[in-house]
């Protein structure tokens, strides 16, 4: 730095330190705003301790002022740290302000410019400030925090806090050591030997439950093909090498956690480090009670470790390997499985004199889902002197048979209208605090518009408090997403409160921006705002829109469109003596549409003339909407889509969309004017939005079961080719719905059966059986769905046979064979989960005793050699021979 710079810093610092002397504050709080602590720091030398005090209470005060509008970065919150232990009386007074969590901390330096305030006017309480800290650690604390709290710790010769999240937050930091420096990391391990908190956090990684995720982290050096896997873990196993570490230590908390049990991706990371260690046959012979715990309870791979190391053991005792194999046999995992049997076929050869006892044993998995199991296992006991009864697909039926499924419940009647604030109250706080969106909106809504009629300044002072309380998280969740409506249903009960023109204002633009009224125009009347949002959701906002403007008026006795029924359908006749009820009113535009839409098509003369008897244009219109049948049926094709095009600059976001997808097109039929624009439909390139909202659809269209799966179906489909979560909870009310579902329901129930997570397989079984009691559901349209699918490489197959063995399970095995039996032809193609498909077809058609040729069944079981493609096929060739 040049000599003039250094003198205009002094001289700088010298001003300071005079205002501050004089009473200015000023200056002080504007450095804090830019960030700049080196220079607090100095303006605060030699200050009086009696004028520091001062100074602290208006800091206490502008903070406070500031906090409620400020997020305070690394830089800003490390200068007001500075400013904070520079001027703040107690520790106390200090964590009040620095654990805000609007507070952030630039982590060692931050501690670093603390310290050295503190060292300058002899602050003791560091360490308590540092304790105060630590305890108020949450989710939502970042590393720079921790790394804050461990310097000042460390440098005060204070003990660590082992709490669960500040064991996280210490691994977390030696992931990141130095989250915004740049150059080379420092290799784990010696970060490792560094560390003076290891002794108290190492045991503490086998304690925390869900920990052992985090512990999978590798280190990038250049690039991500030049990089460090499993850093950590091969950091200990090194520095156990070393002897820094205890190596008992890692074996037995390794083995204790994997006992204790976690999610299988928590797992995973104490598994890999005994690999890393390698247990010698001596360490393991002494915990070979703790392995075979392993071997029979642990999740498929935490059993396949154990597994493989019990089986080098020269000397294991032979009861112990058949007690638990009885149990291993019998688990579903067909690795594991496969695994035991060998192990069993080489201890029958080593142990001659046992040979029949063990062949005892080998027979238990004689009765194993797995066909190929269950021969393996029937070959094995018989060649070890046991002869089990043959295993076969199961008893031929003497007659074909059908599903036997219950019939479907028929649509529950939807409650009773909200007619009390009080309930009203319950309703909203019950709906702004559950993290589905929607649950129970329609009533509300109802009795909304009924109680502000009549009791506004009541339903205003009931809803104030739960609004003020619960906006906040609710209202702002998923708020990039077009599709999500939390801020505008928070904001209509906020117009109910709050009156002001300026709310009024938003939802008069709102409605003008999604309606058209000029019938010349061709365009529909509910317009199109944004592309990525169906029609049955701009729908929801144009009611939700019309309601925030009309609700208050007198004489309305709730909403016309209040459903009946559980599944979103209205009774005529309830929508007759509504408009009745109504007298003079004009029913409001929106209300109306929605209204119409829930009506079934399959309405009666009588239940028209009485609409056209009450001699309003709503009534005539009711009447004209009865006799024409409604909204018509769409015109469905199915239709490749492919994803959205590259962005220019980094787009990350584009190499998780699959590459195609198959969607449906929608079109009125010839000749009908669709006035809302809710039959047709262009799917949109692939992209990432998402939308919980889309369960009140099918509530919008209850008679058009095929129309909203059409517009769902993106959602549906990205819990199987993005591996995205609760996409399928939709289609159980699809299957409450009612009208043709046509190849939209074809495909959306088999993307469902081919999604990652279980609970969205779940849903779709649901469906399906739902609708299969109903006979509703075209199983051969959804088996060669799902066989296009899978031959495209759309859909994993090895993900659709657990639901679909479940159906056949739970009384469906008609509907599962036909659907086999469809997809057969074309999933013959696909690389894998192709013999479990066949084994279940096998199982389902002997069961049913029905006959159904599979194209190209003979071609594969005609095959020469033995791999389980052709044997399960010959299988099922012969099956359907013999009915």
């Known amino acids: 730095m040049k000599p003039a710079q250094q003198l205009a810093i002094m001289m700088s610092t010298v001003r300071r330190q005079r205002e501050l002397a004089a009473g200015g504050t000023s200056d002080l709080f504007d450095l804090v705003s830019k960030g700049s602590a080196d220079p607090i720091a100095a303006a605060l030398a030699g200050l009086p301790e009696e004028r520091r005090r001062e100074i602290g209470v208006?800091?206490?005060?502008?903070?406070?002022?500031?906090?409620?509008?400020?997020?305070?970065?690394?830089?800003?919150?490390?200068?007001?740290?500075?400013?904070?232990?520079?001027?703040?009386?107690?520790?106390?007074?200090?964590?009040?302000?620095?654990?805000?969590?609007?507070?952030?901390?630039?982590?060692?330096?931050?501690?670093?410019?603390?310290?050295?305030?503190?060292?300058?006017?002899?602050?003791?309480?560091?360490?308590?400030?540092?304790?105060?800290?630590?305890?108020?650690?949450?989710q939502e604390t970042w590393v720079d925090r921790w790394q804050f709290v461990a310097a000042l710790l460390h440098a005060e010769g204070a003990a660590p806090p082992t709490?669960?999240?500040?064991?996280?937050?210490?691994?977390?930091?030696?992931?990141?050591?130095?989250?915004?420096?740049?150059?080379?990391?420092?290799?784990?391990?010696?970060?490792?030997?560094?560390?003076?908190?290891?002794?108290?956090?190492l045991p503490r990684l086998f304690e925390v439950d869900g920990l052992g995720a985090l512990m999978m982290f590798d280190v990038v050096y250049r690039d991500w093909e030049n990089?460090?896997?499993?850093?950590?873990?091969?950091?200990?196993?090194?520095?156990?090498?070393?002897?820094?570490?205890?190596?008992?230590?890692?074996?037995?908390?390794?083995?204790?956690?994997?006992?204790?049990?976690?999610?299988?991706?928590?797992?995973?990371?104490?598994?890999?480090?005994?690999?890393?260690?390698?247990?010698?046959?001596?360490?393991?012979?002494?915990?070979?009670?703790?392995?075979?715990?392993?071997?029979?309870?642990?999740?498929?791979?935490?059993?396949?470790?154990?597994?493989?190391?019990?089986?080098?053991?020269?000397?294991?005792?032979?009861?112990a390997v058949l007690d638990a194999s009885r149990q291993v046999l019998a688990r579903p995992d067909k690795a594991l499985v496969r695994g035991q049997l060998t192990w069993l076929d080489r201890l029958?050869?080593?142990?001659?004199?046992?040979?029949?006892?063990?062949?005892?044993?080998?027979?238990?998995?004689?009765?194993?889902?797995?066909?190929?199991?269950?021969?393996?296992?029937?070959?094995?006991?018989?060649?070890?002197?046991?002869?089990?009864a043959p295993a076969g697909p199961g008893p031929v039926v003497s007659r074909p048979r059908g599903d036997d499924l219950p019939p479907p419940p028929a649509p529950q009647p939807v409650p009773a209208p909200i007619t009390e604030v009080?309930?009203?109250?319950?309703?909203?706080?019950?709906?702004?605090?559950?993290?589905?969106?929607?649950?129970?909106?329609?009533?509300?809504?109802?009795?909304?518009?009924?109680?502000?009629?009549?009791?506004?300044?009541?339903v205003a002072d009931a809803l104030g408090p739960i609004i003020e309380r619960r906006h906040w998280s609710w209202g702002h969740e998923h708020s990039y997403q077009p599709m999500c409506l939390c801020a505008v249903v928070v904001d209509l009960l906020r117009s109910v409160v709050d009156r002001h023109p300026r709310r009024r204002s938003r939802w008069e633009a709102l409605l003008a921006a999604v309606r058209r009224v000029d019938p010349a125009r061709s365009t529909p009347e509910l317009a199109t705002t944004d592309p990525r949002m169906p029609p049955p959701h701009r729908l929801l906002r144009a009611r939700l829109a019309e309601i925030?403007?009309?609700?208050?008026?007198?004489?309305?006795?709730?909403?016309?469109?209040?459903?009946?029924?559980?599944?979103?359908?209205?009774?005529?006749?309830?929508?007759?003596?509504?408009?009745?009820?109504?007298?003079?009113?004009?029913?409001?535009?929106?209300?109306?549409?929605q209204a119409l839409l829930r009506l079934p098509a399959d309405t009666d003369e009588a239940v028209a003339g009485k609409a056209a008897a009450l001699g309003t244009p709503a009534g005539d219109r009711l009447a004209a909407w009865l006799r024409d049948g409604g909204l018509p049926q769409p015109v469905m094709r199915a239709t490749p889509v492919n994803r959205r095009a590259r962005r220019s600059g980094y787009d990350w976001e584009f190499d998780q969309l699959p590459a195609q997808r198959s969607l449906v097109e929608l079109r009125p039929p010839e000749g009908y004017h669709d006035r809302y624009g809710l039959l047709t439909a262009d799917p949109a390139p692939i992209g990432m939005e998402h939308s919980g909202w889309a369960n009140l659809w099918p509530s919008i269209l209850p008679g058009h079961r095929g129309v909203v799966a059409a517009y769902v179906l993106p959602m549906v489909a990205a819990t199987a080719d993005m591996d995205q979560r609760d996409g399928?909870?939709?289609?159980?009310?699809?299957?409450?719905?009612?009208?043709?579902?046509?190849?939209?329901?074809?495909?959306?129930?088999?993307?469902?059966?081919?999604?990652?997570?279980?609970?969205?397989?779940?849903?779709?079984?649901?469906?399906?059986?739902?609708?299969?009691?109903?006979?509703?559901?075209?199983?051969?349209?959804?088996?060669?769905?799902?066989?296009?699918?899978?031959?495209?490489?759309?859909?994993?197959?090895?993900?659709?046979?657990?639901?679909?063995?479940?159906?056949?399970?739970?009384?469906?095995?008609?509907?599962?064979?036909?659907?086999?039996?469809?997809?057969?032809?074309?999933?013959?193609?696909?690389?894998?989960?192709?013999?479990?498909?066949?084994?279940?077809?096998?199982?389902?058609?002997?069961?049913?005793?029905?006959?159904?040729?599979?194209?190209?069944?003979?071609?594969?079981?005609?095959?020469?050699?033995?791999?389980?493609?052709?044997?399960?096929?010959?299988?099922?060739?012969?099956?359907?021979?013999?009915?």
């Open 548 to 593: 925030g403007i009309r609700f208050g008026e007198p004489g309305l006795a709730g909403l016309l469109s209040a459903p009946t029924s559980g599944n979103g359908a209205l009774d005529p006749l309830a929508l007759v003596e509504r408009l009745a009820a109504l007298g003079e009113h004009t029913p409001w535009t929106w209300d109306l549409a």
């Open 227 to 319: 990089r460090e896997r499993h850093a950590l873990l091969t950091a200990l196993a090194r520095l156990a090498a070393d002897g820094v570490v205890d190596r008992v230590l890692l074996l037995d908390g390794s083995i204790g956690r994997l006992l204790r049990g976690d999610r299988p991706g928590a797992l995973r990371a104490f598994t890999t480090l005994l690999g890393l260690l390698q247990p010698t046959t001596t360490e393991i012979a002494a915990r070979s009670t703790d392995y075979l715990r392993l071997l029979t309870d642990a999740p498929a791979p935490v059993a396949t470790m154990a597994q493989q190391a019990l089986r080098e053991l020269p000397e294991l005792e032979l009861e």
């Open 422 to 458: 009080d309930e009203l109250a319950e309703e909203v706080a019950a709906l702004l605090g559950t993290p589905s969106p929607g649950t129970g909106l329609e009533r509300i809504l109802d009795g909304l518009v009924r109680l502000t009629a009549s009791d506004s300044t009541g």
């Open 728 to 883: 399928t909870a939709v289609l159980p009310l699809l299957a409450e719905a009612t009208g043709p579902g046509g190849v939209a329901l074809d495909l959306a129930v088999a993307y469902g059966l081919g999604a990652r997570h279980s609970a969205d397989r779940v849903a779709t079984l649901d469906a399906l059986l739902a609708l299969a009691a109903a006979g509703q559901l075209d199983a051969t349209g959804t088996g060669e769905r799902l066989g296009t699918l899978v031959a495209g490489g759309l859909v994993k197959l090895s993900r659709a046979v657990e639901p679909l063995r479940d159906a056949a399970a739970a009384g469906a095995p008609l509907t599962v064979w036909r659907l086999l039996a469809a997809a057969l032809p074309t999933a013959l193609t696909a690389p894998r989960g192709v013999p479990d498909l066949l084994t279940l077809a096998t199982e389902t058609a002997t069961a049913t005793g029905v006959r159904i040729e599979v194209p190209g069944l003979a071609e594969v079981a005609g095959r020469s050699g033995s791999s389980r493609l052709v044997t399960e096929a010959r299988r099922l060739h012969r099956a359907l021979a013999t009915l």
């Open 58 to 138: 208006e800091l206490t005060a502008w903070f406070k002022k500031r906090d409620r509008e400020t997020w305070w970065d690394s830089g800003t919150g490390t200068a007001l740290a500075v400013a904070v232990v520079g001027c703040l009386p107690t520790a106390a007074q200090a964590a009040a302000i620095l654990g805000r969590a609007s507070v952030n901390l630039d982590g060692v330096r931050a501690a670093e410019l603390v310290r050295g305030v503190a060292a300058e006017r002899g602050v003791t309480w560091l360490g308590d400030l540092a304790q105060r800290l630590a305890g108020r650690f949450n």
């Open 348 to 388: 029958a050869r080593q142990h001659r004199d046992r040979a029949a006892e063990i062949a005892e044993v080998i027979a238990v998995a004689t009765e194993h889902p797995a066909v190929e199991l269950r021969d393996r296992a029937t070959t094995l006991a018989a060649r070890h002197g046991f002869e089990p």
């Open 163 to 201: 709490d669960d999240r500040s064991v996280q937050l210490w691994l977390n930091a030696v992931e990141f050591p130095d989250r915004f420096r740049r150059g080379r990391p420092v290799p784990v391990a010696d970060r490792l030997r560094a560390d003076p908190f290891l002794p108290a956090m």
